[in-house]
């Protein structure tokens, strides 16, 4: 899966996390299966944590990744070509 394919299937998790409660908090509750499930590729060992809204996230490392709850809710406008320049 290319990194084009893996940021759709985050971006209908996302969606998806936004009108089912339930699935959002399937989400937290065990990410790793979520985003298999979702059709996105997770490394077998790295353990993806979700860090509660208004907390500050502590930096990612090899093994484990630390995405916030509110990355959930908010409105991202996106990227562009430019973006990555």
Known sequence: MNLIEQGRALARI?????????YK???????????REGGMHVPDGLRIEFVPSGQDVPASTQ???????????????????RDWE
């Open 63 to 81: 093994s484990v990744v630390y995405l916030s709850v509110d990355a959930l809710e908010r409105d991202f406008e996106p990227l562009t070509y």
């Open 25 to 35: 908090q399937s989400l937290i509750n065990d990410p790793v299966a979520v985003f």
């Open 14 to 22: 996302v969606a998806k996390c936004r009108v089912d409660s339930d």
